[in-house]
């Protein structure tokens, strides 16, 4: 084996092994797991929780001179303090930060690899390459991955900037966090709306202070596939984070993403897959524009209420989007040309527009058009202009990628 830094081999490995022997004689804890795949036998599995143990025995270990000497090596690698400052963050003191970041998780991969605590040179060894790997690259990779219900894939969907939503492997997220089985939605695994995660990945350059916000972006790419599917899609309720492929945290989705609205399942083909793209890219415009957040909005809180409340989001939903400051009978009438293809259509889309209730699905629609033209108030003044005669209708999304 090639190592680069022989005296943190050295304190990394003595630190380990005296460890092993302090607790060599102990009973650890185990879960026994069951991974359920859909129209297969269940797998039943033992697994020692020996990151559980030892993580409740860290302040122990810090207190051993060994830990001590393995500090004090880490401290002279300046590589070894910015990682440690990446993984715990700036409140954390640098001995705690390396302690916590370095040592310990050194220990816990070697003693996972043993399946407890029988000592084996080859785990040790490739747990510490791994280490030197993290320590001396160019950055970091970080990724965090959310169990996705709702809605089905038959193949991995980019949703581009590193989002992807794929099928779950089996036990993936018990493998890093044995905790994960207690908190992944009901029937996860063997329901076939219940098999996808929604997951991010992303490269860290050196120095880099924080991670990426994954609860914002896992949220926006869920209301993207709501918008592009009408299905009851929603992630959570937890995401699992980590960092140079080690568990780094676990925080909670967004409620307004973890929260599941009513109706049938869907899939997610390609085709909607690359519309959901498009869609989740521009919603950061959304940012900018605080009529067409607050429409987004709306929309959104309505899938989760019922009548009377839910017809009064969807009417403040579409005012916000086309009303420009006319109220809801402008509104009404802009949506019908934006969506109706005909003369004809168009009439029949404002009688059900001016009902009182817009329909659900009209408002979705209007949504995805608009979100998809780009340039609100612009789309705004051509529907205006085609109501006079001076220009045509523009034309949808879909028609124009037709064409193109």
Known sequence: MAVRATHLYRSLRGFALGAFRVFVDEDLPFAFEGHESLDRPALYEY?????????????????????????????????ARIFARAHAGPRASEDDALFRTVVMPVLVATAEACGGFDWDDAAFNHAYAELERSLFGKGHAYGAVAPLVGISVGTVIDLGDGLRVRNAATGELAAHWPEAQGLLPPDFGRETDRLAVLELERDLRKGEP?????????????????????????????????????????????????????GEPTRLDEFRGRLAADIRGRLLEADEDQQLGE????????????????????????????????????????????????????????????????????????????VLHGDRARLLRTLDDSLVGLVAPPAGYFALRATA
């Open 210 to 262: 924080e991670p990426p916000d994954a609860p914002g972006e896992l949220a926006d790419a869920v209301t993207a596939m709501r918008l592009v599917t009408a299905g009851p899609v929603a992630a959570g309720p937890v995401l699992f984070e980590r960092l140079d492929w080690r568990p780094y945290g676990i925080r909670p989705v967004l409620p307004i993403a973890s929260t599941q609205p009513d």
């Open 295 to 370: 429409a987004l909005d709306r929309w959104e809180l309505s899938l989760f209420q019922s009548d009377p409340f839910r017809a009064e989001q969807l009417r403040e939903s579409l005012t916000y989007l086309l009303g420009g400051g006319d109220g809801l009978w402008a509104a009404s009438v802009r949506a019908a040309v934006l969506l109706g293809e005909s003369a004809e259509e168009r009439g029949r889309l404002l009688e059900l527009l001016r009902a009182g209730s817009p329909p659900p699905d009209l408002v979705r629609r209007a949504l995805v058009e608009t």
């Open 47 to 79: 697994r020692p929780l020996v990151r559980t143990f030892l993580e409740s025995h860290a302040s122990e270990l810090a207190k051993r001179e060994d830990a001590r000497v393995a500090i004090e090596d880490l401290q002279g690698e300046a590589a």
